[in-house]
């Protein structure tokens, strides 16, 4: 990794918020878990190159489905696997995930930094590359003897990441979920004011990302107007807001885990734009309540101290 980019906290507070969010939770959760017999994993799905970047940064920056990403942005989602690397106590493993070719070279230099870490990169599609870890872990330790437990980290830059995944995560009983999920820059944004202005192949990716077609119904109300000479026109205009759009992913993630914060952190851009929604789910059924706790104790805490603006 270049040497002459300068590690650059970009955007202020709202850069900060999910890192140090992450941060807080990933000590906690090895304190809890170290006198344990469980195997700790960290899992990164969108891992980049481990750094955030300046300006004048020139790592590649991957483009989102259907949304384009600026420089600013694209910053926002570095930093999370050197928060991991650091965590105290440390994981017993690293799972990394990143699409593109160039940030997989990089997130090997950074694994050549900790030759005594046990640093595992993924290079490919973020949904194949979890399911798969979902299904090869042995983590009730059936196959084994040994049982594993993780934290994965959700952060696409869009609508990258399907229902299915999440599902799959949740299946697991041992995973303990932080998704950054794209409320503003992705759903919101791609949610049209009126449904029939949403271009046809956006509708498959709201499906998917959501894993239900209801969002057609709790996002938009018909409205139905009559002109001079009798004529019915019936428009769907959008209802949904911010708020609507993260309390109705909140009700999906509670239909498959069973321990979900009630509210998200919203976070937000320099401009105050609303971006992203940073959500907690866990559905491990004695380590659930405890990981709930921990979580909505750091999400209440960023709330008040302006995490939302």
Not at 8 to 22: A, M, P, R, S
Not at 51 to 67: F, I, M, N, V, W
Request: contains cysteine.
């Amino acid at each position: 990794m270049s040497n002459h980019h300068p590690k650059h906290v970009f955007g202020g507070q709202w850069t900060e918020e999910k890192l140090d969010c992450l941060r807080h939770y990933l000590n906690s959760y090895n304190t809890a878990l170290k006198n344990t017999p469980f195997k700790r994993l960290y899992i990164d799905a969108f891992a980049g190159t481990g750094e955030r970047y300046s300006r004048d940064g020139t790592a590649e920056k991957a483009q989102p489905a259907l949304l384009e990403v600026t420089q600013a942005q694209a910053e926002f989602f570095e930093g999370s696997v050197r928060v991991a690397l650091n965590a105290d106590p440390s994981f017993d493993a690293l799972h990394l995930i990143e699409a593109s070719t160039a940030k997989c070279a990089q997130l090997a230099r950074l694994k050549a930094e900790f030759p005594d870490r046990a640093i595992n990169i993924y290079h490919g599609d973020a949904n194949t590359q979890i399911a798969g870890i979902c299904k090869s872990v042995d983590w009730h330790g059936r196959r084994t003897g040994v049982q594993h437990r993780a934290v994965l980290f959700l952060d696409p830059y869009g609508c990258q990441v399907k229902w299915e995944t999440i599902r799959a995560i949740a299946a697991t009983r041992a995973i303990d979920l932080w998704y950054l999920f794209p409320s503003g820059l992705g759903i919101n944004r791609m949610a049209a004011n009126r449904r029939e202005r949403i271009p046809e192949n956006w509708e498959p990716t709201l499906d998917a990302c959501l894993g239900t077609g209801e969002w057609r119904t709790a996002f938009y109300q018909e409205h139905t107007t009559i002109n001079l000479f009798g004529e019915a026109t019936t428009e769907t205009h959008k209802v949904a807001n911010i708020d609507h759009i993260e309390q109705f992913f909140l009700d999906r993630l509670k239909t498959v885990f069973s321990h979900v914060a009630p509210s998200c952190l919203t976070l937000s851009n320099g401009s105050g734009s609303k971006m992203f929604s940073l959500c907690f789910a866990a559905n491990n059924p004695k380590g659930g309540p405890i990981a709930l706790r921990i979580a909505n104790h750091l999400l209440t805490k960023k709330r008040g101290s302006g995490g939302r603006r």
